[in-house]
T-cell receptor
Framework: GNSVTQMEGPVTLSEEAFLTINCTYTATGYPSLFWYVQYPGEGLQLLLKATKADDKGSNKGFEATYRKETTSFHLEKGSVQVSDSAVYFCALSTPYSGAGSYQLTFGKGTKLSVIP | EPEVTQTPSHQVTQMGQEVILRCVPISNHLYFYWYRQILGQKVEFLVSFYNNEISEKSEIFDDQFSVERPDGSNFTLKIRSTKLEDSAMYFC????????????FGPGTRLTVL
């Protein structure tokens, strides 16, 4: 079955530090890959996505590249801000046998705290 | 910007009681989902719903659970007889016909079973 493994948190960084959150996956077929973010008290928001190998998803200074050879989709940001403090979830979806369910399989989430 | 809404934000119930969690998906979306997140654990898929029927469900979604779209706007998750282990955050999500890969999530309902 499908599974997603992401680095355990929490991660605490100083403002302007470089961020990497590792994510690797196991899936049958060719999954689409996602990073979702959950700010305190809010729901899950799509941060970025990539739908095929070597695609790079990017948004708000965050980037992740779909690496089929290493089955990875690591999240990076060059300079984090206090407002980036949130929980980050790596996820994948594959179509369900023609019904097109595209259910998401999530990692456990990584809590990021950025301090001034 | 359209958004998915969920009510209530927090529900406290006694073990064995029935609860109904409500969601209003984005209006032109056709695919609907429920996920749950037990505290400190990963977000888990429960069920997907399309064209007024369940299209896929996980092992978690047993006979105690049911979903319904009673009208053109609401999407509900019912737990018939709650157990302590049903305590979790429940997220509703929807996606439209054009953006087949992107699901939009609601803010969640925190269910506490005592």
């Amino acid at each position: 079955g499908n599974s997603v493994t992401q680095m355990e948190g929490p991660v605490t960084l100083s403002e302007e530090a470089f961020l990497t959150i590792n994510c690797t996956y196991t899936a049958t077929g060719y999954p689409s890959l996602f990073w979702y973010v959950q700010y305190p008290g809010e729901g899950l928001q799509l941060l970025l996505k990539a739908t095929k190998a070597d695609d790079k998803g990017s948004n708000k200074g965050f980037e992740a590249t779909y690496r089929k050879e290493t089955t990875s989709f690591h999240l990076e940001k060059g300079s984090v801000q206090v407002s980036d403090s949130a929980v980050y979830f790596c996820a994948l979806s594959t179509p369900y046998s023609g019904a097109g369910s595209y259910q998401l399989t999530f990692g456990k989430g990584t809590k990021l705290s950025v301090i001034p | 910007e359209p958004e998915v809404t969920q009510t209530p934000s927090h529900q406290v119930t006694q073990m064995g009681q029935e609860v109904i969690l409500r969601c209003v998906p984005i209006s032109n979306h056709l695919y609907f989902y429920w996920y749950r997140q037990i505290l400190g654990q990963k977000v888990e898929f429960l069920v997907s719903f399309y064209n007024n029927e369940i299209s896929e469900k996980s092992e978690i979604f047993d006979d105690q659970f049911s979903v319904e779209r009673p009208d053109g706007s609401n999407f509900t998750l019912k737990i018939r007889s709650t157990k302590l282990e049903d305590s979790a955050m429940y997220f509703c999500a929807s996606r439209g016909p054009a953006s087949y890969n992107e699901q939009f999530f609601g803010p969640g309902t925190r269910l506490t079973v005592l």
